[in-house]
């Protein structure tokens, strides 16, 4: 991945997916982690399991591992959420925590489809409730204010890794 690697994190809603799609447009190189590395499985084992139930969604570390290993990038951002993150946040040489306000992330949630995580309301009780109490989160990330338009979370972002 890169010289530098950076981990973007956050509940559901905050802005993951788009701060990746604007890194990307912006010719950063930025991985899609809820797309490209996340599956169902033991936080612990890694071991992968049937169904969906959000404590089991994890990424695979050594995946991870392979990617931050490889140089070709001057920077690399790692996005989405991860419950085993703990296995592999030492890898990452900053940690970005995107937060938004209650009633910003339920406007967000309350815009999905029901398809999609977040979109139906006893998820949105879920979401609501990790908002409140940040038991998900990597502790000690620098925390980014989402609820302000992508370009300008980006920038502060990367203000903050040169």
Not at 5 to 28: A, M, P
Not at 126 to 138: C, G, I, M, N, S
Request: charged share 30%; aromatic share 8%; glycine share 10%.
């Amino acid at each position: 991945m890169g010289v530098r690697n950076y981990l973007i994190e956050g509940v559901s809603g905050t802005g993951k997916t788009s701060v990746c799609d604007e890194l990307q447009r912006r010719g950063h190189h930025a991985i899609h982690g809820d797309r490209e590395l996340s599956y169902q499985g033991d936080p612990d084992t890694g071991e992968r399991l049937a169904g969906f139930a959000h404590e089991h969604h994890i990424w695979d570390v050594d995946k991870v591992r392979a990617l931050a290993a490889d140089r070709t990038h001057a920077m690399s951002f790692f996005c989405g959420g991860s419950r085993n993150f703990s296995r592999f946040i030492h890898l990452f040489d900053g940690v970005f925590v995107l937060e938004v306000d209650l009633g910003t992330l339920n406007r967000r949630l309350a815009a999905r489809p029901e398809d999609e995580f977040g979109g139906r309301a006893v998820e949105r009780e879920f979401v609501a409730r990790l908002h409140a109490t940040k038991e998900d989160l990597p502790k000690g990330g620098v925390v980014i204010d989402a609820t302000a338009p992508v370009a300008r979370v980006v920038d502060a972002i990367l203000s903050r890794c040169r």
